[in-house]
């Protein structure tokens, strides 16, 4: 059974970073597509970004990209966002998820089967 567990939250100011981390346990992750959501308040959830754990491709919303980077560290079965230039807008609680597969198009939130609980960032204006 895959379980994943976010950590990484808290309070920053806006212009400022956080690294979030997701650790996977309970399964050989080298073909899942690891990804990372979010879920503002009063609204739905929404992809972030995604890494296939194989080859390191990643693919990112149009809202973090360039400022947002997905890594792992296959050894330790840990996920990271490392996020950057954060604005009030990157308010959320933050999901991990996991596919146990890889496909073109990770935004879709129907293709991964485990969840994480989420660790909620708040960013000050």
């Known amino acids: 059974q895959v379980r994943l567990v976010e950590s990484g939250g808290g309070l920053v100011q806006a212009g400022g970073s956080l690294r979030l981390s997701c650790s996977a346990s309970?399964?050989?992750?080298?073909?899942?597509?690891m990804a990372w959501f979010r879920q503002g308040p009063g609204m739905e959830r929404e992809f972030v970004g995604a890494i296939r754990w194989s080859d390191g491709r990643t693919d990112y919303s149009e809202s973090v990209k360039g400022r947002f980077t997905i890594s792992t560290v296959n050894a330790k079965n840990m996920v990271y966002l490392q996020m950057t230039s954060l604005k009030p807008e990157d308010a959320a609680l933050y999901f991990c998820?996991?596919?146990?597969?890889?496909?073109?198009?990770?935004?879709?939130?129907?293709?991964?089967?485990?969840w994480g609980r989420g660790t909620r960032v708040t960013v000050s204006s």
């Open positions: 309970g399964r050989a992750f080298d073909h899942y597509t």
């Open positions: 998820a996991a596919a146990s597969r890889i496909f073109t198009q990770p935004q879709k939130e129907y293709e991964y089967e485990d």
